[in-house]
């Protein structure tokens, strides 16, 4: 069985205590369906960046 790992919204974890799973947009920028205000992008070590 093969594992697929979810994108969660790492602001929604820290102010709510849960995991949110983001949407992909436009070219690599992920947002939060539950914040507007919540869009990250990889940086190149693979971390998220607010954008």
Do not use: T
Not at 6 to 19: R, T, V
Not at 29 to 45: T, W
Request: aromatic content about 14%; some cysteine; charged content about 35%.
């Amino acid at each position: 069985m093969r594992l697929k790992f979810k994108d969660a919204c790492p602001s929604c974890f820290i102010e709510k205590g849960y995991s949110v799973e983001m949407e992909p947009r436009e070219e690599g920028v992920f947002q939060c369906p539950q914040n507007a205000a919540h869009r990250f992008k990889r940086d190149e070590q693979g971390y998220w960046k607010k954008v």
